[in-house]
């Protein structure tokens, strides 16, 4: 099984709060992969809207995020993308 790992800095202008959290949840439901996502000292399912808000990460945060599964790097791509999107 593939397993792959980023380290990124938000800047997403929203950081990790409703609305990029549930488009994250929703575009990761078509990968073959599981994302966890480190911020501070918590992790968070990047499958589950209440897990990531409960991270509380905002721009110019670090997160960590790891994925595994047949499609890893695509998945660990989009998380990143999201997390880095500057709108």
Do not use: Y
């Not at 499958?47 to 998945?75: E, K, N, P, Y």
């Amino acid at each position: 099984m593939d397993s792959v790992f980023a380290e990124v800095v938000i800047t997403n202008p929203h950081g990790l709060h409703a609305r990029p959290a549930a488009v994250m949840v929703e575009r990761l439901k078509s990968f073959d992969a599981e994302v966890r996502i480190e911020a501070g000292q918590k992790t968070a399912s990047a499958a589950s809207i209440m897990s990531v808000l409960a991270l509380g990460a905002g721009t110019g945060d670090t997160a960590r995020v790891h994925s595994q599964g047949a499609q890893a790097q695509a998945a660990l791509e989009t998380v990143v993308a999201i997390l880095t999107e500057e709108e």
